[in-house]
């Protein structure tokens, strides 16, 4: 191996480093002797060391293609193409006018398994992972104003330990919100508030699991949290397949042992479709003829654009459904309020269970909501939120049809992601092209059931290559520049 200082084209044999805005800099490189393709990969892998070691800071111009060959005595073509590759890999950027620069990136972790890419192991410059909505424009003054109200107004029992079911006024208010929202059937004495979604599904896992229904079928993509709070209350989950109409609720026939269903109707997670009629009307039927029970989470429910909100499934038959809603999306997941409306005939077995322990959620918080549904600033809110994260679908839209038209996206009817379909093949490596890049994504195979058979649609259901895009996520001064670097990351 020969040590070789390449040195851009000024003075001979003079040494000389430019910075982020100069001409060049000095590259202390490691490369065999003679050429072929041995020196090729070589180059490649002494740059790609220098900028992960950081000696080649972020910004920093590179030589020239015909400058570094010269200086290091190889093929300028050798060189052009170690260029390309590592413009291909995001670890350089080459624009016109501008040569090559090393890219301006966050430096990434260890390799990770194949199932989830490597993410950046610093703060991600823009995250958009699904999961949160753009926290930052939580209401704070409207929630301060109602949590004044609420305060003043509290009755002394409020600041006791309180009951399993929740606050009286939250559950009222919220009978009469989801009643005109959403669809559904019912009375406040029926309303469960719990903290937060991951809580109200393992209460209700508790109460399947005490009355020996111990397999619930899952959609074949989701979230592996939900699947885990399952198993952890001892429930077996077993796969129902998803494609461009929803989870494939006949199939619930097929599985003898099953008497719970976990669905996202309205706005299937991760990939946006809602279900169908005719398979909404199948699953309460097979509910009812079984004896069986549907928890559904109505996770972004308010949040449709293009028409009006489906429609809860609870209305179509409230005896055999659990409706389960949460404020986290709507406002934020930091409130740790959610709701349950559930069965009559389940209500005291589930406030027997939520009775054994801490699950209550905070009295004060609950007065607020309850206030700020009552004062019709929640529907305000929404409305507004709804108007922004629609404008930020329909610039990701526009975005893709001029700069990736061969992407196809889909599930934006509503919600706060959107899936954008990849070429065969690419998901692994866009995804970690984008942590180079400071991205945090998600591919679509991140939300597969493991065990899931691949069924014979394509689509959704036939598990294509994808990414799942958190649109809702950003801040809104952050949501032009994400966009940009989706793009840049994109095939």
């Not at 590592?86 to 199932?115: D, M």
């Amino acid at each position: 191996m020969a040590d070789s200082w390449a040195t851009p084209r000024g003075e001979p044999g003079q040494r000389r480093t430019g910075g982020p805005a100069g001409p060049g800099a000095d590259l202390h490189l490691d490369l065999p002797r003679g050429g072929g393709t041995g020196v090729r990969a070589a180059l490649i892998r002494a740059l790609r060391d220098a900028v992960r070691t950081g000696r080649l800071a972020p910004g920093t111009r590179l030589p020239s293609s015909r400058s570094l060959a010269a200086d290091l005595g190889i093929a300028r073509n050798t060189v052009a193409d170690a260029y390309g590759e590592l413009v291909a890999e995001g670890w350089l950027t080459a624009r016109q006018g501008s040569g090559t620069r090393v890219a301006r990136r966050v430096v990434p972790p260890e390799p990770a398994p194949p199932r989830t890419p490597p993410l950046a192991a610093s703060r991600p410059a823009y995250d958009l992972r699904p999961g949160s909505p753009d926290v930052s424009a939580f209401p704070r003054s409207a929630w301060l104003s109602a949590a004044r109200r609420a305060l003043t107004a509290a009755p002394n029992d409020a600041f006791d330990y309180g009951r399993p079911a929740g606050r009286p006024e939250l559950r009222r208010v919220l009978a009469d919100y989801l009643a005109r929202a959403r669809g559904v059937r019912a009375a406040p004495e029926r309303i469960v508030i719990c903290a937060g979604f991951v809580q109200g599904l393992a209460l209700l896992s508790r109460v399947r699991a005490k009355a020996g229904h111990r397999e619930v079928a899952v959609e074949s993509y989701g979230l592996d949290i939900h699947w885990n709070v399952l198993r952890g209350a001892g429930l077996r989950t077993v796969p129902l397949p998803v494609d461009r109409q929803g989870a494939r609720t006949a199939e619930l026939d097929r599985l003898p042992g099953t008497r719970t269903v976990l669905l996202t109707p309205a706005h299937q997670f991760p990939t946006g479709v809602p279900l169908v009629p005719d398979r909404r009307a199948a699953v309460v039927d097979w509910a009812s003829r079984v004896g069986g029970l549907v928890l559904e989470d109505d996770y972004d429910g308010e949040f449709r654009y293009d028409r009006q909100p489906v429609g809860a499934l609870q209305g179509l038959d409230p005896e055999h459904v659990v409706y389960l809603g949460t404020a986290s999306k709507s406002l934020a997941p930091a409130l740790r309020l959610a709701w349950m409306v559930v069965p009559d005939h389940l209500m005291d077995d589930l406030l027997a269970v939520k009775g054994t322990g801490e699950w209550q959620s905070g009295a004060l918080d609950q007065l607020t909501l309850a206030e700020f549904i009552d004062s019709g600033a929640y529907d305000r809110h929404v409305r507004g939120m709804r108007m922004r994260y629609r404008r930020r679908r329909d610039q990701l839209v526009a975005a893709l049809a001029e700069r990736a038209p061969e992407v196809r996206i889909t599930g934006i009817a509503a919600g706060l992601h959107a899936v954008l379909e990849l070429p065969p093949g690419t998901e692994w490596s866009v995804v970690r092209g984008a942590a180079w890049q400071g991205l945090a994504l998600e591919g679509l195979a991140r939300y597969r059931y493991r065990e899931a058979e691949r069924p014979d649609e394509p689509g959704p259901g036939g598990q294509p290559d994808a990414l799942v895009f958190a649109y809702g996520a950003p801040p809104e001064h952050a949501f032009t520049g994400a966009l940009e670097a989706l793009c840049r990351v994109l095939p």
